[in-house]
C-alpha cells in the first residue's frame, strides 16, 4: 500500500515557518511536512497557502497565477493549490514552468528562493521574459520522474492522507472534494487532520463545508478562545459513514500551531500546551494512517494529561484572548465562539452530536487530559 500525504498551510503562510519567530517550535503544518520521512513529491508534499507570495510558482503542477491580497482577504489562489494537488496525486502535470516573467523572478529571488540568475530575452522591458538558459529538464519534468520512480505500489497512491490549517484545512476538504469527483481518485480512501479550518467571509460553499464518503476519517481541533471577525470556522458536514472526531482547544487561531503569546499573535510568551498537544495528536493520527514521519514529540498519557491540568491552571489567560483580534473587530455568539456547521452558523458548544466521537464534539471539558482522545489514539 502506498500512502501520500498532502500539507496545506494556512493564509500568508508557508513551508519556511519552521523557523517563522512567532512560533516557539516551528508553525505546525510546516514542522509536521519538514519532520516527514520518505521523498517529497512521491510521498508528500507541502503546499505554501493563498496569498504567502506564490513562492513555489516554480514548482506547480498547474499554471500559477498571482495572487497578493486578494489570496489573504479572500483565499485566492488555493483552487489553483487543489489542481496542483491533483496532479502531484495522479503523478502528471498539466503544465511546466520553462520562464518566468520579471515580477515572478523578482519576488522568487527577494524571498530566497534558489532560482537561477535571469537572461533577457528580448530587448523591450513591456515585453522582457527571462529564461533559465537551455535546459533539458523542466522542474515539473524532474518531479515526475521521481513520482515515477520512487512512488511505490504504482503512480497512483492506494490513501491520502490531508493536513491543513486555516484556509488550508478548508483546502483539504476542496481537495478531498476534487478526488471525489474524479474518476481516477474518487475510490482511494481519505484521512483528513484539519486544525482550525476558517474558509473566510463569503466562502462557505458546499465544497468547502461538505465532504462525501471518500473521507474515512475527519479529526479536527478547534480554537475555543477566537474572537476575530471572519474567523467563524467550519465543521463539516460529512457522509454517515465516515468517522469524525472534533475538539476544543484553549487558545486563538496560531495558538494551536505553535504560537505561544498571550495574545495568540506575537512573538513571545510561554503558553506551549495547545501547540504540543495538536502537534502530538496530528503526529499520532497520520502515523496511525500510514504516513511515515521521522521525528515525534511521543507524549505519554501523563504528559498529555499534565499540559490539560496546565490549560486549567492558566483559564485566565486563554480566557483573555478572547479580547483580542486579528482583524481589529470581535464577533461571538451567546458569548462563544461562532462556529459553522456546513453552511448554519451555531455557538461553539452547540457542536454536539450522537455521530462524533466523542458525541460531546466541541461541548467537551479540557479537564478531562487524555483519557478525551481514547478514539482517536
Known amino acids: ?214 473521507v474515512k476519517e475527519y479529526v479536527a481541533f478547534y480554537a475555543r478562545d477566537e474572537r476575530s471577525k471572519g474567523f467563524s470556522c467550519v465543521i463539516p458536514r460529512t457522509d454517515a459513514s465516515t468517522r469524525v472526531s472534533i475538539y476544543p482547544m484553549a487558545g486563538r487561531h496560531a495558538t494551536l500551531v505553535g504560537n505561544a503569546s498571550l495574545s495568540g499573535a506575537d512573538n513571545n510568551g510561554s503558553l506551549t500546551e495547545a501547540g504540543q498537544l495538536v502537534r502530538h495528536f496530528a503526529e499520532v493520527c497520520l502515523t496511525r494512517w500510514g504516513s511515515s514521519i521521522t521525528k515525534k514529540l511521543d507524549l505519554t498519557p501523563a504528559k498529555v494529561s499534565l499540559l490539560h491540568q496546565s490549560i486549567v491552571a492558566h483559564e485566565d489567560k486563554f480566557k483573555a484572548m478572547t479580547k483580542h483580534s486579528y482583524t481589529k473587530i470581535t464577533e461571538h455568539k451567546n458569548n462563544e465562539r461562532l462556529v459553522s456547521f456546513g453552511e448554519t452558523g451555531v455557538n461553539f458548544s452547540a457542536l454536539e452530536n450522537p455521530k462524533f466521537s466523542p458525541p460531546v464534539g466541541l461541548a467537551a471539558s479540557l479537564v478531562k487530559g487524555n483519557e478525551a482522545y481514547k478514539d482517536i489514539s
Open 1 to 214: 500500500m502506498s500512502v501520500f500525504t498532502v500539507f496545506f498551510c494556512g493564509t500568508g503562510s508557508t513551508e519556511y515557518d519552521i523557523l517563522h519567530p512567532n512560533y516557539y517550535d516551528g508553525e505546525l503544518i510546516s514542522t509536521l511536512a519538514n519532520n516527514m520521512g520518505g521523498r517529497e513529491f512521491a510521498d508528500w508534499i507541502i503546499i505554501d497557502g493563498p496569498g504567502s507570495g506564490n513562492l513555489q510558482a516554480d514548482e506547480l503542477f498547474t499554471q500559477p497565477k498571482y495572487y497578493n491580497w486578494t489570496g489573504t482577504l479572500f483565499g485566492k489562489g488555493w483552487h489553483q493549490n487543489v489542481q496542483h494537488a491533483v496532479n502531484i496525486i495522479k503523478g502528471k502535470t498539466d503544465w511546466q514552468r520553462t520562464k518566468l516573467t520579471e515580477d515572478e523572478h523578482k519576488r522568487l529571488k527577494a524571498a530566497g528562493v534558489p532560482v537561477p540568475d535571469a537572461k533577457t530575452e528580448a530587448s523591450s522591458w513591456l515585453w522582457r521574459h527571462y529564461d533559465y538558459g537551455d535546459r533539458k529538464v523542466t522542474p515539473q519534468e524532474l518531479q515526475e520522474k521521481i513520482i515515477k520512480i520512487f512512488r511505490k505500489g504504482g503512480l497512483i497512491p492506494s490513501k491520502v492522507n490531508l493536513v491543513g490549517w486555516s484556509r488550508g484545512g478548508v483546502s483539504c476538504h476542496m481537495l478531498a472534494n476534487a478526488m471525489a469527483g474524479d474518476p481516477a481518485l474518487r475510490n482511494i480512501p481519505v484521512n483528513i487532520f484539519a486544525v482550525d479550518p476558517v474558509p473566510g467571509l463569503a466562502n462557505f460553499q458546499l465544497e468547502k463545508v461538505h465532504l462525501g464518503k471518500n
